[in-house]
């Protein structure tokens, strides 16, 4: 995996997005020659066809991102795969033609003079159909190849090995292939017989990586043969860092108040804190403007709906364990907490009134925390702000749970799009795993992939609500 602004990306993931970019890019500028010839440069160059086929390609690959062609894990069969890739120029053709009919002279290659024409936008759509058909199966076979492929063996026995062995193997996109574990060794475990079995595996399959995850037995750690292997060029690392990046948390089971301390990660820049400071003031201003229009329905349809204020105040853990007040429209009858007060929301909780079900499917109840981003309390993605009570209960059941103060909590958050909402103590567990690996790895490039998903998980009706 390649490491770009702290985001974790597979290396045949981030070919794929280069070679549609390129494929896509090409494919209309081979349809401006196609249908302007001499007058390319014109096109190209005086009617903005360069900024014309860079939208394109963004369009594409936002298309491509929507329908899911950049994760292999929801599409079950290649007829899916194909489906969902013809959807992509049928989506832009869409598009097209509707700027094609309010305004035609928009279009790649298309002056004032040619409206009406069979111009290169459509060519170039033809073009990019086939071409991108082509690609798929090119890219089937290039990800083959032993230059793309990372053959890896797990030291270990354990469930942590089991979790390291099933996630390789549920994540072909990452293109590492087990060449063997220590599971596979037949008789006793011993510090003799794991050794052996990982020198014979190496040199016989050319092992580029041994991953350790075999501290529950430190006695049969051949730790004379990793140090030979390390000086042969082959990389050793531990467990941990492996899960991380496979599952897109931090697992506080076998975590060690040392690795927080020495790991890499967990680290903010002044830099860093101005500019994100900065990008939660203006977007979460950007944000409420476009909401104004929607505010004056959204408190007519609550009251409405039911008795109570419309809006509704509690108080939040934030920053270092600051307390504050967050704002929320109120989606819930108004006497929800009053028998037991804080309780965890469920699916399908008989407390949400009808509005409110509505409103929490696309988040407009969070519409007045932007308010909240731009007093400072909270910010446009961290962790979940949670109930003090819940904090005080959840930082004695759970080891390092205090840690998701670090940070201000967010509107949004990696937690929020990869995880489902909270409503016992292992899925809070679960969450503070999510948040550990958003805190160790914060960066802008997280935060704006973060912002990205969130509007697709929303649209999409994903995630947690």
């Known amino acids: 995996m390649i490491r770009l602004f702290n985001v974790y990306i597979p290396v045949r993931t981030l070919i794929l997005l280069i070679g549609e970019a390129l494929i896509t890019s090409s494919s209309f500028l081979l349809g401006v020659v196609l249908v302007r010839q001499q007058d390319t440069y014109i096109a190209l160059f005086y009617e903005h066809g360069f900024y014309k086929i860079l939208l394109f390609t963004v369009l594409v690959l936002l298309c491509s991102h929507w329908f899911d062609l950049y994760d292999t894990a929801p599409l079950n069969t290649k007829g899916e795969l194909y489906f969902r890739l013809l959807m992509v120029p049928g989506l832009l053709a869409l598009i097209l033609a509707v700027v094609a009919s309010i305004k035609p002279e928009y279009l790649l290659g298309v002056g004032p003079s040619d409206v009406g024409r069979y111009g290169p936008s459509e060519i170039g759509l033809v073009i ?37 062995v099933l996630g390789l193997r549920q994540n072909p996109e990452l293109g590492v292939e087990i060449a063997s574990w220590t599971g596979k060794i037949e008789g006793a475990i011993t510090r003799e017989s794991v050794g052996a079995h990982l020198i014979e595996v190496v040199h016989k399959q050319k092992v580029h990586r041994v991953i350790l995850a075999m501290a529950e037995r430190r006695d049969t750690i051949p730790m004379p043969e990793l140090l030979r ?26 975590l060690s108040p040392s690795w927080l301390v020495l790991g890499e990660g967990f680290r903010r820049s002044t ?18 403007i476009l909401a104004l229009p929607l505010i004056p329905f959204i408190m007519l349809a609550i009251r409405l709906d ?8 509690q108080p939040r853990v934030g920053k270092n364990g600051r307390l504050f007040k967050l704002a929320k429209f109120r989606t819930m009858r108004q006497d929800a907490e009053a028998a037991n007060g804080p309780q965890w929301a469920v699916d399908n909780d008989p407390r949400v009134t009808r509005v409110g079900k509505f409103l929490r499917s696309l988040r407009l ?6 308010w909240c981003v731009l007093r400072g309390d909270m910010a446009l993605v961290g962790p979940r702000p ?14 390092y749970y205090g840690v998701r103060h670090a940070m201000r909590p967010g509107l949004t958050g990696w ?37 990205v998903l969130t509007v697709k998980t929303v649209l999409l009706r994903r995630g947690a609500q």
């Open 386 to 399: 949670e109930h003090p009570e819940f904090v005080e209960w959840l930082s004695k059941e759970i080891p």
């Open 306 to 313: 039911s008795k109570g204020p419309v809006l509704y105040t």
């Open 415 to 451: 937690a929020q799009i990869k995880y489902k909402h909270v409503s016992t103590v292992e899925d809070a567990r679960e969450e503070l795993q999510y948040d550990l690996f958003y805190i160790k790895n914060a960066s802008i490039g997280l935060d704006l992939l973060i912002m």
């Open 128 to 164: 990019l159909t086939v071409a991108l058909f082509g690609w798929r199966f090119g890219f089937t076979w290039l990800i083959q190849l032993p230059i793309l492929v990372e053959r890896v063996y797990v030291l270990g026995t354990g469930e942590r090995a089991q979790r390291v």
């Open 271 to 288: 830099a860093f804190t101005m500019v994100r400071r900065e990008l939660s003031v203006v977007f979460s201003l950007i944000g409420l």
């Open 229 to 254: 292997l390390r000086m042969q060029g082959v990389k050793v690392q531990e467990a941990t860092s492996w899960l991380e990046r496979i599952s897109g948390k931090i697992e506080v089971e076998n």
């Open 365 to 370: 109840d969070k519409i007045p925390q932007l």
